[in-house]
């Protein structure tokens, strides 16, 4: 099946920086919008940062000016560039798109498992 894949997270100083990963597999016809959320432990899961297809991206207020998006459409993956990491960062990240669809044209939304990034000195 259709699965989305993060990688990349870990425990970093404030100040640090992390690469965060988002592979989509598993017989791929097309994928839409793909974006990244993150959830701290009490909190609502937030929307951090979203790019299309055709590479629009849109970022939350919070990590905007830290905080990259990038996409490779040919590799069906996402991208998180994190700089000047803040303790208020830490959180699980979720990679996730509205609309995957396999190669019998099955669509669908889909979230990943989520990669832990820990922020503390």
């Known amino acids: 099946q259709v699965q989305l894949v993060e990688s990349g997270g870990g425990l970093v100083q404030p100040g640090g920086s992390l690469r965060l990963s988002c592979a989509a597999s598993?017989?791929?016809?097309?994928?839409?919008?793909m974006d990244w959320y993150r959830q701290a432990p009490g909190k609502q899961r937030e929307l951090v940062a979203v790019?299309?297809?055709?590479?629009?991206?849109h970022y939350a207020n919070s990590v905007k000016g830290r905080f990259t998006i990038s996409r490779d459409n040919a590799k069906n993956t996402i991208y998180l560039q994190m700089n000047s990491l803040k303790p208020e960062d830490a959180a699980v990240y979720y990679c996730?798109?509205?609309?995957?669809?396999?190669?019998?044209?099955?669509?669908?939304?889909?979230w990943g498992q989520g990669t832990l990034v820990t922020v503390s000195s």
């Open positions: 790019i299309t297809r055709g590479g629009s991206i």
């Open positions: 598993g017989g791929i016809f097309s994928i839409d919008a």
């Open positions: 996730h798109t509205q609309r995957v669809c396999d190669t019998f044209l099955r669509c669908l939304e889909l």
